[in-house]
């Protein structure tokens, strides 16, 4: 399996934060898991272009209009994550879940992938 992390190359100057992601491989496929506070379904992106997986959500602040902080650690409001996929993996059987914070993803290995018995047959 060869799905390698590689940070996303921004197409404008906005600010992005990574998300930490965990991912764990079983012989059936693998699961992402990416922490993305804040993030709700409808401003999470995923898409798969060939080999590439990219991850996008905006967190939407409930701030008032006149709120203007005077300190705030993280200004970003976006967050940004890409990987490049195997060719074993089932791009077109991604399965999302989005639960308090945490996109979970299972992209489960193409048939031919996945190990198989073979029954022996005597005679």
């Keep these: 399996m060869n ?6 190359v921004p197409n404008d100057t906005t600010p992005y934060l990574l998300p930490r992601v965990d991912v764990v491989e079983d012989s059936a496929g693998i699961t992402l898991l990416a922490d993305l506070p804040g993030v709700k379904r409808d401003s999470l992106d995923i898409k798969v272009d060939g080999p590439t997986l990219s991850l996008e959500g905006t967190v939407a602040l409930d701030t008032p209009p006149s709120f203007d902080p005077a300190f705030a650690e993280v200004r970003a ?30 992209i489960p290995k ?3 992938a996945q190990p198989r018995r073979i029954e022996v047959r005597v005679g």
Excluded: C
């Design 3 to 8: 799905s390698t992390p590689r940070t996303s």
């Design 77 to 106: 409001s976006r967050y940004r994550r890409s990987f490049t996929l195997s060719k074993e993996l089932d791009t077109a059987a991604i399965d999302a879940h989005l639960k308090d914070g945490v996109l979970s993803l299972r």
């Design 110 to 112: 193409l048939a031919e």
